[in-house]
């Protein structure tokens, strides 16, 4: 996981995204097409189970939303679910992110049924009393996963997400403590785990209270403006606090999500497992951030934005910003309209809005943002159509949405970043 700052004219686009003024941080994920699932053995049934399964998961970390899975376009993909895998390989627990199971669930289901929104009982293909415990690692094909849940019009949240602290108060009998970086609890590992499988980019507080960190008494009593001052020196710009009571094995805790510019959103759970009620945490803030961030996108390309990018230097430089927006899931086609002098200007074909596109390059550390314009677009009249053989790529509409004719493009502008 990449950490990365915008400073000073890419505050403009922090503004709009609604996170801290100034200053946005944000995070690569690099792991949103593969998963982890605990298997008994590696027959070939069990393993097409749970290579559904792994879809399933997939799609909740790719779309934000615990419910994508059960969206009934999508049950011609679990059938055909080996055309989405591209690498799979067994693990021991000890390599996985998995935990064990405790003993006393071992005769449960370790296979969750894709299309739940949470686990639900699923007929065991093997159990332990045949087989032994592991993990399957599962890699799917990108481009694959999001070509089948653009169409069934299921929204896509990006590689690059916002960064969230998360601030866990513990009240126990007798103790009380702020859950922090270098404990080596079991409880950061549950948490760092359930975030993994949601693709959300997690951070735990390094500095104790007596080292000017968040002090207990400001998280029990749900301050925002101390909550979101440590999230901004963690280099967070979301922050997810829990009021954790402990009684024995039973957990009740009490979830408030913030980020500067929004409403915070309470929830709570309770519970004998820890990892569920932990659990229960992340998946509420990741539900939050993904309805906010993840947007909707077309198979057809009926936005046209102009990208001038400046301080191309080298080839590799435009290498580098070539390959970078074609990666983009916002992007369809991609051609240079014009080169002059150290700056290179391309005609982008979009599956999204201008802005959805501007909100998704903010939270890349490739490229700074510049005041953008609308221009007349040079080819637009006498530059033949962006069309192609291939019946999977997009097609490129006349009119450019928010009114914008086919003669006018909105100009993006940027400094690369080296």
């Known amino acids: 996981m990449k950490t990365i700052i915008l400073w000073g004219k890419a505050a403009i686009a922090a503004v709009l995204l609604g996170v801290m003024p100034g200053v946005l941080y944000a995070a690569d994920v690099d792991s949103l097409y593969e998963t982890e699932v605990r298997v008994f053995s590696q027959s070939a049934a069990e393993r ?6 792994a879809l399933a998961e997939v799609m909740v970390k790719v779309t934000g939303q615990r419910t994508a899975p059960a969206t009934s376009g999508l049950a011609n993909a679990f059938r055909q679910v080996d055309q989405f895998v591209q690498q799979y390989r067994y693990r021991s627990l000890a390599e996985s992110k998995l935990m064990p199971l405790p003993v ?34 599962v890699g799917f094909d990108s481009m694959a996963v999001n070509k089948v849940l653009r169409q069934a019009g299921l929204p896509l949240w990006g590689q690059s997400r916002p960064a969230m ?10 103790n009380r403590y702020i859950l922090l970086a270098d404990s080596g609890s079991e409880l950061q590992t549950i948490l ?24 207990f008494l400001e998280a029990w009593n749900n301050s925002q403006e101390p909550l979101l001052r440590a999230a901004a020196h963690e280099r967070a710009n979301v922050a997810l606090l829990g009021r954790a009571t402990r009684q024995g094995v039973r957990w009740r805790v009490r979830w408030t999500l913030f980020q500067s510019g929004e409403e915070p959103l ?7 497992s820890t990892v569920d009620v932990l659990g229960e945490g992340v998946d509420g803030a990741a539900d939050a951030l993904g309805k906010r961030f993840a947007q909707l996108l077309t198979d057809k390309a009926s936005n046209t934005v102009l990208i001038t990018v400046t301080d191309i230097a080298t080839l590799d430089n435009y290498a ?6 074609r990666s983009l899931d916002e992007v369809a086609v991609v051609n240079v309209s014009q080169v002059y002098a150290n700056s290179v200007t391309f005609r982008v074909a ?18 700074s943002p510049v ?31 928010g009114g914008v004719s086919p003669a006018q493009a909105v100009e993006l502008k940027y400094q690369l970043l080296q």
């Open 320 to 325: 580098k910003v070539l390959r970078y927006l």
């Open 350 to 367: 979009a599956r999204s809005s201008t802005d959805t596109l501007r909100r998704t390059i903010a939270l890349s550390k490739k490229l």
């Open 48 to 53: 097409q189970e749970a290579l559904r399964t």
């Open 192 to 215: 760092e785990a359930r975030a993994w499988w949601r693709g959300v980019p997690l951070m735990v507080p390094q500095r104790a209270e007596a080292d000017g960190g968040i002090r």
């Open 165 to 174: 602290l998360i601030v866990l108060a513990v009240e126990e009998p007798s």
């Open 266 to 272: 309470q929830w709570e759970s309770t519970g004998d």
């Open 104 to 137: 006393a669930t071992l005769a449960q289901p370790a296979i969750r049924k894709p299309g739940s929104a949470q686990s639900a009982p699923q007929p065991p293909v093997a159990s332990p009393a045949t087989g032994k415990e592991q993990a399957l690692w």
């Open 371 to 401: 005041v953008s314009t609308v221009i007349a677009d040079p080819l637009a009249a006498s530059a033949p159509q962006m069309t192609t053989t291939d019946p999977d790529s997009a097609q490129v509409d006349d009119v450019a949405p």
